[in-house]
């Protein structure tokens, strides 16, 4: 189960293509998928993920935060219960990241994880399940970014350049330490985005140096194919198994 949660976060990493300035994040936005897993050979609704953003005001300056809940329903609680929160608070323009934050459930194992951000320099803190809390500092590149606001500055990115085939690599910070990601363009299909209707969508396939993603272009990402780019439908393959997550619901965009 912890490695199905960390797909969800690789699922929303995409970067580094050529901006379209047509379109910036809102806020009150608010996305809801259905994320099901593969479970003796069937496909079983299990979690429901939600992404939100809401404009932040501090004496010192405005922020965009970025919020992903992931939640098992109630009837899978006493199965495997998971209630995680991934949270980014980012410059509204850039999209750059101040602050992120991690509050991990999992069947009762817990982390709480704090990165500030200033320039290439991050300070952390870690609290895991009955262990004292730990500070650090390290560097990371100019382009490296956590792994929550990634995956909304994807939706001003302009894919209508890219040929199928096409690959991007770069890098995400996750676990302070950073990791190399490889996306790659498929091209284009038609896919269910829950109240949206059908769509004509960005078809991507993900990569990275981890362990929590198996298989060749077995993990993928469908993105609506106009400004807005809402991800529609993600698949996943991971060592203990396979599952998906389904748009149901977008509001706010």
């Not at 912890?2 to 936005?29: M, N, Q, R, W």
């Not at 676990?175 to 896919?191: L, S």
């Not at 140096?209 to 809402?230: E, F, P, V």
Request: one cysteine or more; a positive charge.
């Amino acid at each position: 189960m912890k490695k199905i949660a960390l797909f969800i976060v690789f699922a929303f990493i995409l970067s580094s293509f050529t901006a379209d300035s047509g379109y910036g994040i809102k806020s009150g936005e608010k996305l809801v998928y259905a994320g099901s897993y593969n479970m003796s050979g069937l496909l079983t609704q299990i979690a429901q993920v939600t992404m939100s953003t809401e404009n932040v005001t501090t004496s010192k300056s405005n922020y965009l935060h970025l919020s992903c809940e992931l939640a098992t329903y109630t009837k899978w609680d006493s199965f495997f219960k998971i209630r995680d929160i991934y949270e980014s608070y980012v410059n509204p323009t850039t999209l750059k990241p101040s602050l992120y934050k991690r509050s991990i459930d999992e069947g009762g194992y817990t982390i709480k994880e704090k990165y500030v951000f200033k320039g290439t320099n991050v300070k952390s803190s870690v609290t895991k399940k009955n262990r004292p809390e730990v500070h650090k500092s390290f560097t990371i590149g100019a382009n490296t970014q956590d792994v929550i606001s990634l995956f909304y500055k994807v939706r001003t990115l302009d894919f209508s350049k890219f040929k199928t085939g096409q690959t991007q690599s770069m890098m995400i910070v996750f676990d302070e330490k950073e990791i190399p990601v490889t996306i790659k363009f498929m091209g284009k299909e038609t896919v269910s985005a829950g109240n949206l209707g059908k769509k004509e969508c960005y078809k991507i396939s993900i990569g990275a140096k981890t362990d929590a993603l198996r298989g060749k272009d077995k993990n993928l990402i469908w993105l609506t194919a106009d400004a807005k780019k809402i991800p529609a439908l993600l698949e996943f393959s991971i060592p203990v198994g396979t599952g998906k997550l389904v748009l149901t619901s977008a509001t706010g965009i």
